[in-house]
T-cell receptor
């Protein structure tokens, strides 16, 4: 158990819908990362937050957004969903310091029908 | 720019055989390097990491990796494969900017034959 929790574990929805994925980092970690893992794209970095502020952006679509709250949990919002958004979404947390060993949650599997 | 290349999307070994998963990196500064493992339907778990110091790094489950600067490599090895080692393995390098984010390779799926 990494100490990072993600909910829900599975999500099935329809095209055009909007969903919210939630992540709680390990106790003491200030940084949260979101990744998308799909068969064709592999593991792709989406976005990072550090202590409530966006720190880095990767290949995140404009239809996707995220935030980190004062209690340090984070939410990833996916809107106007398309079939191609079906993937495993991981959250990872770290202290955000130079070593940056990241601890991954179990993931949320999103299926868009 | 930093990048990671994992040679071989699939590696198949017999149980008891040597496991060798290859990772090459590019970095303009001394890198921090990581190996993660992903078991089916699970998140990624850190196997081992190299920061500074000893170039041979030992990790969990009998895995080790050697940092070779001259070859820009960080290959992962295990002397004797076990069926439970079947998983996907990712090599990563830490990005040298304020994000410290990790740049992952494309992954290598290890298959262990009985």
């Amino acid at each position: 158990d990494s100490g990072v929790t993600q909910t829900p574990k599975h999500l099935i929805t329809a095209t055009g819908q909007r969903v919210t994925l939630r992540c709680s980092p390990r106790s003491g970690d200030l940084s949260v990362y979101w990744y998308q893992q799909s068969l064709d794209q592999g593991l792709q970095f989406l976005i990072q937050y550090y202590n409530g502020e966006e720190r880095a952006k990767g290949n995140i679509l404009e239809r996707f957004s995220a935030q980190q709250f004062p209690d340090l949990h984070s939410e990833l919002n996916l809107s106007s969903l398309e079939l191609g958004d079906s993937a495993l979404y991981f959250c990872a947390s770290s202290t955000g310091t130079y070593l940056n060993e990241q601890f991954f949650g179990p993931g949320t599997r999103l299926t868009v029908l | 720019a930093q990048s990671v290349t994992q040679l071989g999307s699939h590696v198949s070994v017999s149980e008891g055989a040597l496991v060798l998963l290859r990772c090459n990196y590019s970095s303009s500064v001394p890198p921090y390097l990581f190996w993660y493992v992903q078991y089916p339907n699970q998140g990624l778990q850190l196997l081992l990491k190299y920061t500074t110091g000893a170039t041979l790094v030992k990790g969990i489950n009998g895995f080790e990796a050697e940092f070779k600067k001259s070859e820009t490599s960080f290959h992962l090895t295990k002397p004797s494969a076990h069926m439970s080692d079947a998983a996907e393995y990712f090599c990563a390098v830490r990005r040298v900017d304020s994000s410290y984010k990790l740049i992952f390779g494309s992954g290598t799926r290890l298959l262990v034959r009985p």
